[in-house]
């Protein structure tokens, strides 16, 4: 089976991009004995869904892939009791398939008759099925997985969200190739009451890396949604915001002293400059929302200063780049007429 397949299982084919699918092929000797000998005959799939997984074995024909294929799943209650006639009108690409690369638009018909079946285990005229019917009329169905917890006393709905951010603002963009997605968690239970949980994919989570959820309280799920949407909007573009002035003021100070430059982060987060017998660090995490850090140290280990750097980020670059050039200067002189005292005194 070419591994090629199954990279498209992602956002624009089975799920929320960003999500690992587990896929596991396993091959059985053929019929001259010979283990050497092996042919594909079963592939287990697992794909990220809600709060849980959606897992699936399908069974091939090994001497004939253009079949389609059968699948067990690993929630029996699924297409427990459907027909060969049903199951062709819920999944067309059973009835169309020719090919083992159909694969994809199977799974996408398959996610979308499992997400009919969750619902249709909610109790009708329910809190559960309502806060989920005002979701999905506001966000619709491709934003929406929903899943009913098993085993539970009073049964529980996970949806997971995702978010419809505007990420076109923002100056710090994931790399290409990489769609970032911001998706809420949300578990509303019979009693009414609602916990809430936020999952931002890495380029994301690099950008808000300060956002808290308000609590759900007694928001109606489609306000919540809208609030958090509009909490995490906020809090990366004001990431994005950061990280172009952090990269601006070191950009500046480089070209201000480009013989001074000894090493520079990936993320502009740290930047390490040079002096005689010193060496001065300016870190810069968390600027300009809080104050950065200037590290000044001997090259001989001698000595060490480290003291908090407020940076004005509505003054012009070229201003605060000579502040913090002259705040190098102050300390070093400092540290010569300490070290002069020192020698004084023996």
Known sequence: MP????????????????????????????????????????????????????GLRLLLSADN??????????DPTFLSSCDAADLEKLVPA???????????????????????????RLTPGGAL??????????????????????????PALYVLVRLPLDLSTLWERPPPGRRPCALLL?????????????????????LATDCRLPPPASRPLTEYVQLVTELTQRQLQE??????????????LVTAAPDRLLDLSADCSRISLR??????????AA????????????????????????????????????MILDKVEELLKGVDRDSDSDESLL
Not at 101 to 120: E, F, G, I, N, W
Not at 275 to 282: F, I, K, R, Y
Not at 287 to 296: G, K, V
């Open 3 to 54: 591994e090629s397949l199954f990279s498209e299982i992602c956002l624009d084919e089975v799920g929320f991009l960003g999500s690992q699918c587990s896929v596991e092929e396993c091959r059985s000797a053929d019929d001259t004995g010979d283990s050497s000998c092996t042919t594909l005959d079963r592939v287990s799939i697992t794909v990220p869904y809600s709060n849980a997984s959606f």
């Open 65 to 74: 892939l253009e079949l389609a294929p059968d699948f067990i799943f690993d």
């Open 94 to 120: 059973l009835r169309d398939w020719r090919r083992l690369s159909d694969l994809p638009a199977l799974l996408r018909q398959l996610l979308t008759a499992y997400k009919s079946h969750v619902v249709s």
């Open 129 to 154: 099925l309502d806060g989920y019917s005002q979701l999905l009329a506001e966000l619709g169905p491709d934003a929406l997985e929903p899943m009913v917890a098993a085993g539970e006393v009073r």
């Open 186 to 206: 949300l578990k509303a239970t019979e009693n009414g009451g609602v916990k809430a949980r936020l999952r931002l994919s890495p380029a994301l989570a690099a």
């Open 239 to 252: 990431g994005s915001d950061a990280g172009r002035a952090r990269r601006l003021l070191v950009a500046a």
């Open 275 to 284: 002096w005689d017998g010193a060496v001065a660090e300016l870190l810069l």
């Open 287 to 322: 600027y300009p929302r809080r104050p950065a850090t200037l590290c000044l140290a001997s090259t001989a280990g001698r000595w060490r200063r480290e003291v908090p750097l407020t940076l004005s980020h509505s003054a012009p670059v070229p201003e605060v780049v000579d």
